[in-house]
């Protein structure tokens, strides 16, 4: 039975009672030796690797060239936002994996779809530096079909509820729109992304 | 007198003391009815008009075609990263004024560009959906200029320490990597942005 997630209420959250995220102070010197201070929001899940999460861009493309080089975005509701957000599929580095492994793991679980050639390993990149220390990685994938455009099932979790939409690259920036006309949100990132595609076709001859 | 910015000490910062963000409890039901909990972090200093920042794509562009379309980029350090990071100019939206009157104002006191010109104002996107409420424009202003480059003065606040750099938009991606051999940090939606410019060019035929 499915129904319009909600949120029920709300409340202070204090460091010693939260898993997942903390509050920090931080104290540093300025460039003039001033003492000042930037107040921070950090995850407690970090491992080793230094990293928080992976994005990753899929690019589907047919062996033949039979259709249109595409991607693969998600539709998820995202409680922090009370919104169903439109995003690039992406999830936490685990202890004991590479980024690039937990890319092509999370996209296989989330999509369906199955990579064995990462294209580009990003650095690790700053998700919102003036607010919190989250980082990431764009990892960019290949997925080679043959002729026909495949919709392989999901791997989701027991409770997850994500929807996967194949959109060809040269339509994303239009789909977006479209996807807010219908009261969905998109995620900075991939709007970001879908403007650059979409800024290189509009300056074609001035670039 | 310039020295490197330094993080002095790092502290748990408790929700009644702190001044910029607080950290919540979401309590939610899912698709199925079930009851969960989601943490994330706020900024307090969201004003009515629901929009927490803005950041700004300038296409700095030459009347007489003088030039290749260029965007400015800052270098400036953030201590949630302990880092000085890449990024598109950007701040926080004040009481008084449209995201598109921060956006000019933020432009003209990082860069010294001056724009009355909106290209366009994007929806409200979610920074990082997934661990904060924190939320923006992206907007596109156009620069257009004489046909040689201009690089007016910063009208930076006092205390503030922001290198501006101008960079050709189809050289951006590269910019950034040559960035990243030298120790910057990249903001992910600037990486992003990029990443669409360079897969445009890459993936043109496929397309």
Redo the contacts between chains.
């Keep these: 039975?499915?129904?319009?997630?909600?949120?029920?209420?709300?409340?202070?959250?204090?460091?010693r009672?939260?898993?997942?995220?903390?509050?920090?102070?931080?104290?540093?010197?300025?460039?003039?030796?001033?003492?000042?201070v930037?107040?921070?929001?950090?995850?407690r899940t970090r491992g080793s690797s230094g990293l928080d999460?992976v994005a990753i861009?899929a690019?589907i493309?047919s062996k033949t060239?039979a259709f249109?080089?595409s991607t693969v975005i998600l539709e998820q509701?995202?409680?922090?936002?009370d919104?169903f957000?439109i995003?690039m599929p992406?999830g936490l580095v685990d202890a004991n994996e590479t980024p690039e492994q937990a890319a092509l793991r999370e996209l296989h679980e989330e999509t369906g779809y199955k990579s064995d050639k990462v294209l580009e390993s990003?650095?690790?990149?700053?998700?919102?530096?003036?607010?919190?220390?989250?980082?990431?990685k764009?990892v960019?994938v290949d997925v080679l079909l043959e002729d026909k455009l495949e919709y392989p099932d999901q791997k989701l979790d027991e409770?997850e509820?994500i929807v996967k939409r194949v959109v060809?690259?040269?339509s994303l920036y239009n789909e977006l729109k479209e996807y807010?006309k219908k009261g969905f949100?998109?995620?900075?990132?991939?709007?970001?992304?879908?403007?650059?595609?979409?800024?290189?076709?509009r300056?074609k001859g001035?670039?």
């Design positions: 039975m499915s129904q319009e997630p909600t949120i029920v209420s709300k409340e202070d959250l204090e460091n009672d939260a898993k997942w995220v903390s509050l920090k102070k931080l104290n540093w010197k300025d460039h003039t030796g001033k003492e000042r930037w107040e921070v929001a950090e995850r999460a861009l690019v493309r060239n249109p080089a509701y995202r409680p922090p936002m919104k957000i995003e992406a990003s650095s690790i990149l700053a998700s919102d530096p003036g607010m919190t220390t989250a980082n990431m764009l960019t409770g509820a060809e690259l040269k807010e949100m998109i995620d900075a990132r991939l709007n970001h992304f879908a403007t650059g595609l979409e800024m290189a076709e300056l001035s670039l």
